[in-house]
């Protein structure tokens, strides 16, 4: 079977290609997928790509493993960035990882490559099992490092041809099986970058597009002005880091777009119990509605699952009523649903 994975030239990427090239029945080929903001803001950071690239090399050298560059700088900009900004600019959260994963790296990226492999393999913490009714996307046995969050948008067709090494694996025994393949990135740190932006500073990215318009940071419960910020798409419902308060901490509890208002509330305040309840909009299930609306959902990448009751309103929208409240429900954020191990799929926050 050809296989094409995709190396970052990180730890769980190499170990996913090196768990592969042991299996000497595969026929593999790495690609390293090169995107437009590293070339295009360089500026803002340091130069992420030539060292990853440099890693990614290192490991298919000694693994013997074939590496190809592959641009996505027009693929990233039209189908990801673009939307990303759009999003901030009119006060949403965007989601830019899922859609990343969705449009271009098992999107763009296999068309480009289908008529060489069977599968694209990469190093997500997330399982793919098949069974009689199609492909389940399962929750990855480490809960902190699972993935499947961000690969909720994934359809059949992709799942079918989706292969995922280190699935099963704790962060732990990763970094021992990269020690023990003496990969070249067995100490490298992990990124915190998202898909798009690598190492570059999300606030200089925001800034860079959308500049900077100064407005009011006030209390939503007094209606007093605490202080002043560049701009609301800075901010995001439930952020704490980055409002420069004394006598904290403040959170984020709304946002008036058309005024450039960014309200607060105190950490003991009654407003910063939060939503019981979301509307969630097109939603994709990745292998139909589920039957019963008694689920669990994400609300944002992390171990953190709320059970929750979701009853539909449309084919793809629900209302969705959480077990507990949450401060940190933004529109345009992803609510990800589950059903025990199983990753559903997931909507947009309204």
């Not at 890693?55 to 939307?83: D, F, K, M, N, W």
């Not at 599968?119 to 699972?146: C, F, M, T, W």
């Not at 292998?287 to 009853?311: D, N, S, T, Y």
Request: negative net charge; hydrophobic residues 40%.
């Amino acid at each position: 079977m050809n296989v094409a994975v995709l190396i970052s030239g990180g730890v769980d990427s190499s170990l996913a290609l090196a768990l592969l090239q042991r299996e000497k029945r595969l026929a593999l080929k790495a690609y390293y997928l090169k995107i437009w903001l590293e070339d295009e803001l360089f500026s803002l950071g340091d130069c992420p790509w030539e060292t990853d690239l440099t890693y990614a090399r290192a490991t298919c050298e000694q693994l013997g493993v074939p590496l190809e560059i592959v641009p996505l700088q027009s693929e990233y900009r039209e189908q990801i960035v673009e939307h990303a900004l759009a999003e901030l600019r009119s006060g949403r959260t965007p989601s830019p990882d899922i859609w990343c994963n969705q449009r271009v790296k098992f999107g763009a990226f296999y068309q480009r490559v289908a008529n060489e492999c069977e599968q694209i393999a990469s190093g997500h913490y997330a399982r793919v099992e098949e069974n009689a009714d199609g492909y389940q996307l399962r929750r990855a046995a480490d809960p902190v490092k699972d993935q499947t969050y961000f690969l909720s948008n994934l359809s059949q067709a992709q799942l079918a041809r989706l292969c995922l090494p280190i699935g099963h694996l704790h962060k732990h025994q990763v970094r021992a099986l990269a020690a023990e393949f003496d990969l070249p990135a067995k100490d490298r740190p992990d990124s915190q970058g998202m898909c798009f932006l690598g190492k570059i500073n999300y606030r200089d990215f925001v800034r860079f597009h959308l500049g900077e318009a100064q407005g009011d940071i006030v209390e939503q419960a007094s209606g007093e002005k605490k202080g002043e910020h560049p701009g609301y798409w800075f901010y995001t419902i439930g952020q704490r880091h980055g409002l420069q308060l004394g006598g904290g901490p403040w959170y984020v509890t709304d946002k008036d777009v058309a005024n450039n208002i960014v309200y607060i509330a105190h950490g003991s305040a009654p407003t910063r119990t939060g939503r019981r309840e979301l509307i969630a909009e097109q939603i994709h299930w990745i292998a139909g509605a589920p039957e019963h609306g008694a689920l669990h959902v994400k609300l944002r990448h992390g171990p953190a699952l709320i059970p929750c009751q979701v009853q539909m309103l449309a084919p793809d929208r629900a209302h969705v009523a959480l077990s507990t409240p949450d401060p940190g429900i933004a529109p345009g954020q992803h609510a990800v649903f589950y059903d025990g191990e199983i990753c559903l799929g997931g909507g947009i926050i309204a």
